[in-house]
């Protein structure tokens, strides 16, 4: 495009390095967008159709499940056009929503995993008060705190990020719009921006990381002074599920923004398994791990057995 001419949609150059794969990797993700889908769809309505599971845990799950199909929804749709028919075309309007979505659900769902740390720190290491502190309010608070602070968080970001003039090329080399790849574009100074937002992007993760380290090292602390087998089965039941998530969450986070200049050889794998992959597996680690939500699961299929 020439220097003049305002850019008004790009052009998503998709996945580098996979000439001949395009079908095989259209199925896989394909398959993996259907299974995320159906496993947050179950999970949440197991959670809302048992009265037993009406409790803090779970209510945060089924907000994480909400988030982890909108995660999935910001990119796999338009990953999967490209991979179909060479759909690589996006508005300028579409690459504003997905950065807007990205950013805005990620740090929703970084916030509520730390939110869940709490929860289950104040469940060990207060459980006679739990319900007390954990009551109806305070879970809406924070489930709803951290839906609006990132709300605002991604909003300045994406402001930032298109205030600036496109006039250049609108060819980016990525597979779906986000910050650094978009910016590069830019027919201006963006060192102002690119400051911002990493130190943005990379002080929420880092801060939720050691809140969430934080209330693990109490975990393990009162855990130890009880001196019991069975309260470190029933801390290992309550917390192993969490902890895999977390660690799901935050290992792709640390690769992709501690290290913006990651090689192209391992940066979109690393990003595709974070928006892609993760959000399947999450539901799958709870189910499997949980006796409570196993049951409500087996109830959701027996009532829709009952019901045909």
């Keep these: 495009m020439g220097n003049g001419t305002v850019v008004t949609h790009f052009i998503l150059l998709g996945i580098p390095n996979t000439?001949?794969?395009?079908?095989?990797?259209f199925f896989t993700f394909l398959a993996?967008?259907?299974c995320t889908l159906l496993g947050n769809g179950v999970i949440f309505s197991a959670i809302l159709g048992d009265p037993r599971l009406h409790t803090p845990m779970y209510f945060f799950l089924c907000n994480l499940?909400?988030?982890d199909i909108g995660l999935s929804s910001v990119s796999t749709p338009k990953?999967?056009?490209i991979l179909w028919d060479q759909s690589r075309v996006i508005s300028l309007g579409g690459c504003m929503a997905q950065v807007f979505f990205w950013h805005f659900l990620a740090s929703t769902e970084c916030l509520l995993l730390t939110v869940m740390a709490y929860d289950r720190y104040v469940a060990i290491c207060h459980p006679l008060r739990y319900l007390l502190i954990m009551n109806r309010r305070m879970c809406s608070l924070l489930a709803s705190g951290s839906w609006i602070a990132s709300s605002f968080h991604a909003t300045i970001l994406t402001s930032l990020t298109f205030t600036l003039p496109y006039c250049r090329s609108n060819v980016v080399d990525y597979f779906l719009c986000d910050i650094f790849p978009v910016v590069k574009l830019a027919c201006a100074d963006t060192h102002i921006l690119e400051t911002v937002a990493f130190t943005n992007i990379g002080l929420v993760p880092l801060t939720c990381f050691l809140l969430?380290?934080?209330s693990y090292v109490r975990i393990i602390y009162a855990v130890l002074k009880m001196n019991s087998a069975h309260a470190w089965r029933k801390a290992a039941s309550?917390?192993?599920?969490?902890?895999?998530?977390?660690?799901?969450?935050f290992g792709p986070c640390a690769l992709i923004y501690t290290q913006p200049h990651l090689s192209q050889v391992l940066g979109p794998p690393v990003q595709i398994f974070s928006n892609v992959v993760t959000p399947m597996l999450n539901p799958a680690i709870y189910a499997l791990r949980n006796k409570e939500v196993k049951s409500a699961l087996r109830k959701l299929k027996g009532d829709r057995t009952h019901a045909r």
């Design 65 to 67: 499940s909400v988030l």
């Design 32 to 34: 993996f967008y259907l």
């Design 238 to 249: 309550t917390c192993a599920s969490h902890l895999a998530v977390v660690t799901l969450f």
């Design 79 to 81: 990953l999967l056009a």
């Design 19 to 25: 000439d001949g794969l395009q079908t095989i990797l």
């Design 212 to 214: 969430i380290l934080t």
